[in-house]
């Protein structure tokens, strides 16, 4: 076998070689085109039964026990005129049939009403010759037949233990997504996939059964998305009103495949809740309806006015809004709004959530923030109840802050956020993210996170004071959490670290939290995850041995399930090693490192977002992510520190999957447990992964910068990491072929990774050893410096000098700007006391005056070391300027002084830099020392290009 490998290795080197002189690794045009849809069989999957053939044990039964083996037959005395639990009946016949367990006959359990039970409760009596489910409600019995089921998997046999069991929720309402529909944005695929316009059924009978089964009892579908420019439908996509008499066109045909799902996940008990940004209406100046609706306007944003709750007008849109929808869609779960945070909505959104804006409505700027949101959502809520009274309006209050931790970004929410869960109007839920700003430290370094973690269980502080203001008022609480995955890595079906949701679903429980959205775009795949919210969201609660133990029971043998339990255990601690900064989930290697090429040589080019295929701007794809790694996290941390935290993430999940060693063998006769372990096994693969590419950046930067001999054991580390990443790569291809979900992000709508991509990439590493590394050895081997124009040694384009500040010489080296608009301006840098100083001046022959009105600001933009994002530095006005330096022939205009510490520079050893200098005049002209060329718009990281910096060399 090892022969059969390396030849057919050496097919792929020689193939590599053959189109290496027209390779381009970063290039779009050679990456394998994307899975189409009819290969995403995990949809066929989660379509199909969800019971098939169950493997008993085959154990003798416990006295405490009733043997069910025989048969089970139903006395269905529940009163059930809307055949809701028609599903539920037909699914335990199907368990029986895959259990070869007698329906219709044998055991006999009653199927009955009991008023005093509430919702989702239910009582269990099971006794030696019979036994009852009682409940309420059909949500009740629904559960109950489940709770049955489970226990039966759970021993391994079909019996059930004698005696009573009440369980009662106190997460009563569990609401995820549809893993796979379209996500209303731009970017991924062609078009604005909008589920309620095709004619695809999401919601395949197969699917709901397993969401039920999971304790899932809602699900929302997206009516309010957002485009690059941040552009939303939302209610206008569904109906007209009188202050919107326009919209709503296809309105009927959504609403009608509205009705459609709402009336098929009935069936399942499953509500369905659409989600919205509302209001998010907008009128350019002189627009008619504000003039026939004054009390329309509302804050101004540039040239546009977003309408105002506050105003009779605009309440009356969001009541009629909401009362004809939910009028078109009997049933209709509720709604989930934005209502702050993402997109603009009421006169509110003028205030960010850390503090600071104005409020120029002339209504809403003398209200209290509270109210403005109190007026807003009020309308709403009374709208959708006057159609329909058992409808939730839940307020989602999107407050993510910080996603990057850069110098000077707030990381707290100002005073009037925390006034809201006391006045939210009566009956309407508040949903709050259960993770943000959640803290964490490491290396002596606080680290704050935004939105959507997993690794981090939470609460954070500032969810903690929301549930509590909020219970003493009786608001009921949301809280928004991720589930199966979430952004730091989200191209697998699910983590397997239910420690992690031990955690999260102990403290909602401490702080009264009744409702839970488990997940946003991704994290929703039904299995171990989910499963372990339904269990956790009933009384009695388990301790967490218990929970672990009886969670493993129902997925393997029981002589088993005390291993995987330590397994779990070892990849929730491994997983907590994740670095807690959000700009990692965007852009870091953890999702799809196996496809990252390797650079050995240098390109100087950029990560593209995770949680993208294309871009929102452009609609055109993403290339591959380059090696400017250190983009993926801020500049708080180190990457020697990333990599250490990354390596023991990695290190630790390969113990839990030693403990699995064998088990692929010992179930090959059972799909759903060989693709557990399989999923287990590509996380530790993405995870050695991104740890790989790191240390190969971290390698590479070191080795162009070493002298020597010692240059060739660098050189044989990054071989290394090459070759092991071939063969992780050959791995992953292999378990991708059997199970079609990894790779898969929902967000994306397709695939981060895939076999003939990783194909792909493997090729690029093998033509990296043929041609590359040789080439590099040549060079150590001629005592050559290694790539001297990228390191700075002999930099190339554009060059500026800083010197030191000499008394006997002030003039330095004065710089010119680039283009027509800079005039006579000219910058320079010198340096002293450990510090850099920037200047620019004007040497035009004008007047002073003149000319100190001529720059308004101006900044400088330092590149502290090669691939690090560059960081912006405000330069100070010539008014408050120092003027202690002399300037012959020109006046200064601003300067700023930049200590080396920020830079990492030491007098002794002073290393090229990488700057821009802009000025902006009072006529609104930009002024470059390099000309921009601005990237891709891209999350946090924005539009800054690094080829746009020209250097900055030391004398």
Not at 630 to 645: C, G, Q, V
């Amino acid at each position: 076998m090892k022969i059969l490998r390396l030849l057919a290795l050496s097919v792929l080197w020689q193939s590599a070689i053959g189109q290496s002189r027209n390779y381009d690794p970063l290039s779009t045009d050679q990456i394998p085109a994307q899975p189409s849809k009819q290969s995403w069989h995990f949809v066929e999957d989660l379509k199909s039964p969800f019971w098939t053939k169950i493997e008993w044990e085959n154990k003798k039964r416990g006295r405490n026990q009733v043997d069910l083996s025989k048969g089970i037959k139903l006395d269905t005395l529940f009163p059930d005129s809307k055949f809701r639990l028609q599903t539920v009946y037909e699914d335990l016949r199907n368990f029986c049939l895959a259990g070869k367990i007698a329906y219709g006959s044998g055991y006999r359990v009653k199927i009955v009403k009991d008023p005093a039970l509430k919702g989702e409760e239910f009582r269990v009596d099971i006794a030696r010759k019979s036994g009852q489910i009682a409940a309420g409600d059909p949500d009740g019995i629904r559960r109950g037949i489940f709770y049955l089921q489970d226990e039966m998997m759970k021993n391994g046999d079909p019996y059930l233990p004698l005696g009573s069991v009440t369980k009662v929720p106190t997460v009563k309402r569990r609401i995820s997504r549809c893993f796979f529909s379209p996500i209303k944005r731009p970017g991924n695929q062609a078009g604005v996939g909008d589920e309620l316009m095709d004619d695809i059924d999401y919601y395949p009978d197969g699917y709901l059964n397993r969401l039920s089964h999971e304790g899932v009892n809602g699900l929302w579908v997206t009516v309010s998305s957002k485009d690059g420019q941040e552009n939303s439908v939302g209610f206008s996509d569904l109906v007209s009103t009188e202050i919107t008499p326009n919209a709503g066109a296809g309105g009927e045909r959504r609403l009608e495949k509205l009705r459609q799902i709402v009336n098929k996940c009935l069936r399942y008990g499953i509500r369905i809740y659409i989600k919205t940004m509302e209001p998010h209406v907008r009128f350019k100046e002189g627009d008619p309806i504000l003039a026939k609706y004054p009390d329309l306007t509302g804050s101004l944003r540039g040239n546009t006015y977003f309408l105002c709750a506050s105003g009779t007008s605009g309440q009356k849109y969001l009541y009629q809004a909401t009362n004809k929808i939910f009028s078109a869609v009997p049933e209709l779960g509720g709604i989930i709004n934005i209502s702050h945070g993402e997109l603009y909505t009421t006169c509110l959104s003028a205030l960010p959530a850390t503090g600071g804006g104005e409020i120029t409505c002339p209504r809403c700027s003398k209200l209290p923030p509270w109210q403005i949101l109190h007026h807003s959502l009020s309308a709403m809520n009374k709208g959708m109840k006057d159609a329909e009274p058992d409808a939730e309006l839940i307020s989602w209050l999107y407050m993510p802050q910080p996603q990057s931790q850069s110098k000077g970004a707030p990381t707290t929410l100002a005073d009037w956020v925390f006034d809201i869960p006391s006045n939210t109007p009566e009956g309407v839920v508040l949903q709050f993210n259960f993770e943000s700003g959640v803290k964490k430290t490491v290396f002596g370094k606080e680290l704050i996170g935004g939105d959507y973690w997993l690794s981090e269980p939470g609460p954070s502080d500032r969810f903690e004071r929301i549930a509590k203001s909020a219970a003493g008022k009786h608001t009921p609480v949301s809280a928004k959490i991720q589930t199966s995955t979430s952004h730091e890595v989200a191209t697998v079906p699910y983590l397997p670290v239910p420690s992690l949701i031990y955690k999260k679903f102990s403290a909602m429980r401490r702080l009264g939290v009744s409702h839970t959205m488990l997940s946003w775009i991704m994290g929703s795949y039904p299995g171990l995850m989910v499963k372990a919210t339904e269990r956790l969201s009933f009384e009695p609660y388990p301790d967490e041995e218990a929970f672990l133990n009886e969670l493993a029971s129902y997925y393997w043998r029981t002589e088993d399930a005390k291993k995987v339990v330590e397994a779990w255990k070892y990849f929730s601690e491994a997983y907590e090693n994740y670095p807690l900064t959000n700009i990692f989930q965007y852009f870091g290697p953890m999702h799809d490192g196996p496809v990252w090429p390797l650079l050995l040589t240098p390109r100087d080019a950029p990560l593209s977002p995770t949680y993208q295929l294309g871009s929102r701007n452009t609609f055109l794809p993403w290339p591959p992510s380059g090696d400017r790694v250190p983009e993926s996290f801020p500049d708080i941390l180190s990457l020697e520190e990333m990599i250490s935290m990354c390596k023991r993430m990695s290190d630790t999940w390969q113990v839990g999957l030693g403990l699995l060693d064998g088990f692929s063998e010992k179930y090959s006769g059972n799909r759903e447990r060989v693709l557990d372990i399989g999923v287990a096994k590509a996380l530790g693969i993405q995870f050695r992964s991104g740890y790989n590419i790191l240390r190969f950046y971290q390698l590479r930067e070191k080795l162009f910068r070493m002298k020597g001999e010692g240059r060739r054991l660098v050189l044989d580390e990054l071989k290394e990491i090459i070759e092991e990443e071939i063969k992780s790569g050959g791995e992953l291809v292999r378990l991708c072929r059997a199970d079609s979900r990894l790779g898969f992000h929902p967000e994306a709508e397709g695939y981060k990774y895939y076999p003939e991509k990783l194909e792909w990439r493997i090729n690029q590493l093998i033509t990296t050893l043929a041609q590359d590394v040789p080439a590099i050895r040549k060079a150590i081997d001629r005592n050559e410096a290694l790539f001297p124009e990228y390191t700075g040694e002999s930099p190339q384009g554009a060059v500026a000098y800083a010197l030191p500040i000499s008394s006997s010489d002030p003039s330095g080296f004065w710089n010119r700007f680039e283009g027509e608009a800079a005039g006579s301006l000219r910058w320079k840098a010198d340096y002293k006391d450990e510090t850099l100083h920037i200047m620019i001046a004007d040497f035009s022959k004008k007047g002073i005056g003149e000319k100190a009105a001529s720059v308004k600001s101006a900044e400088v933009w330092v590149e502290p070391k090669r691939l690090w994002p560059a960081r912006r530095y405000l330069m100070t006005p010539v008014s408050k300027a120092s003027i202690s330096t002399e300037i012959a022939d020109g006046t200064l205009k601003a300067e700023v002084k930049i200590p080396f510490s920020e830079l990492e520079l030491k007098t002794g050893s002073l290393t090229p830099v990488r700057v821009n200098i802009k000025a902006f005049s009072e006529d609104g002209k930009t002024i470059v020392w390099r000309e921009e060329h601005p990237l891709t718009p891209r999350l946090i990281l924005g539009t800054q290009n690094s080829r746009d910096l020209g250097w900055l060399i030391f004398k």
